[in-house]
């Protein structure tokens, strides 16, 4: 009640003070023209000082609990016969400065999972690298260096050498800064989820030996190859000793995210436009409690899938939620169905006939942030 009369005191105050400007200023309404904008700017600026809620309206929608660490994947660096998996320098070098003038801080892989679980009011993005081009040593690694810039070098051991890849010495030079992580990326980087568990196990055994013997231990970070991955393929990944592994569904991750499928954001030169990747640096997590299934290697016989995402309930205006999928290798908007407040049924109107379906579901808040959650399948090879 006292917060209350104070502000109608301060309304009727600065009404007062308004409408005694306004006569004082009947006197030279008929003056020259930039004598009626200073009094309107004077009275603007008034209004201002008496009603600064006014002016900042979406002050309070500007506090995000969470906005998670964004992390994003490269490949190839100015080789430009490869488009899908390839990123023109000029591009790479204009998203490395966005990210600076936003004020987002680049995550050391070193302190992965303490700026996960803390910092959470702070914008963050990871930088990762997948297979190690030697386009990568030539054009992107010097910026990288000069800057200090951190990021998670993903190897494919069976590759290291060869024609297009840097070598060991090369990976080696790069892995003495404290900010550079040389991660495990398998080491025949072939279709695992197609694997049997005894072939997987034998291919992960295989690259973590050779790590241990070229860089003298292997990393505790995981890049599953194509982003593919299953129950029992992670599995193997998680007995294998790793802490994190990483997959190429887009999204932001955050405390709810399972460690051994952590989203990215990959880009290339379709994808890395500057305003799209201005778009997913305003990329939030989309909390939930679980996603079904569980098993993301699908067949004919579970084909499509019948998805349900239960999210978490600090979320607000889910309503607005808008899903997309590629069935039938056609990109559409997804039929969706809440179940009650936070769990949705997204139903399918056909399989998913490419070699990976995916799902996309975007919430944007007052902001101008977007929650966004990507899923993938994998389709079982005939």
């Known amino acids: 009640m006292l917060l209350t009369s104070r502000l109608l005191e301060l309304i009727l105050f600065c009404n007062f003070s308004i409408k005694k400007l306004l006569l004082d200023f009947i006197a030279i309404e008929l003056f020259l023209p930039v004598q009626l904008i200073i009094k309107k700017l004077f009275i603007i600026l008034f209004l201002i000082l008496c009603f600064p809620w006014t002016f900042s309206l979406h002050s309070s ?30 591009d790479f070098i204009n998203h490395l400065q966005i990210i600076k003038e936003n004020g987002i801080k680049f995550v050391n892989p070193s302190n992965f999972e303490d700026e996960l679980n803390n910092y959470k009011n702070q914008r963050k993005v990871l930088v ?59 080491h025949t980087h072939d279709y695992l989820i197609d694997f049997k568990d005894e072939e997987i196990k034998n291919d992960l055994e295989q690259s973590i030996n050779i790590f241990k013997k070229e860089m003298g231990k292997n990393s505790k970070f995981f890049s599953y190859p194509f982003g593919e991955y299953s129950i029992s393929l992670k599995k193997i990944v998680v007995d294998a000793g790793f802490k994190y592994a990483f997959g190429q569904h887009s999204g932001v991750v955050d405390y709810t995210k399972d460690l051994f499928e952590i989203p990215r954001f990959p880009i290339n030169e379709k994808y890395g436009e500057i305003d799209r990747f201005k778009t997913i640096l305003k990329t939030l997590p989309f909390q939930y409690t679980y996603i079904e299934p569980d098993e993301k290697y699908i067949n004919d016989s579970n084909n499509p899938p019948k998805v349900n ?54 919430l944007r808040e007052d902001n101008g942030f977007y929650r966004w959650l990507g899923i993938q399948f994998v389709i079982e090879e005939k």
């Open 309 to 362: 995402i239960k999210f978490s309930e600090n979320l607000k205006n889910l309503d607005r939620i808008n899903c997309f999928s590629n069935e039938q290798d056609r990109w559409r908007k997804s039929k969706i169905k809440f179940q009650n407040k936070y769990e949705l049924n997204i139903y399918l109107e056909g399989k998913f006939i490419t070699e990976r379906g995916r799902i996309n579901c975007s």
């Open 61 to 90: 929608e500007l506090i995000i609990d969470d906005f998670g660490i964004i992390t994003i994947m490269y490949h190839r660096f100015e080789e430009n016969k490869y488009p899908s998996t390839n990123i023109k320098m000029v």
């Open 128 to 186: 990762t690298i997948d297979d190690g081009y030697q386009s990568f040593y030539n054009n992107a690694w010097p910026i990288l260096k000069e800057s200090k810039i951190p990021f998670i070098l993903f190897i494919s051991t069976r590759e290291v050498g060869k024609k297009g890849y840097m070598s060991w010495e090369d990976i080696r030079e790069i892995s003495k800064y404290n900010f550079v992580e040389i991660g495990n990326h398998s």
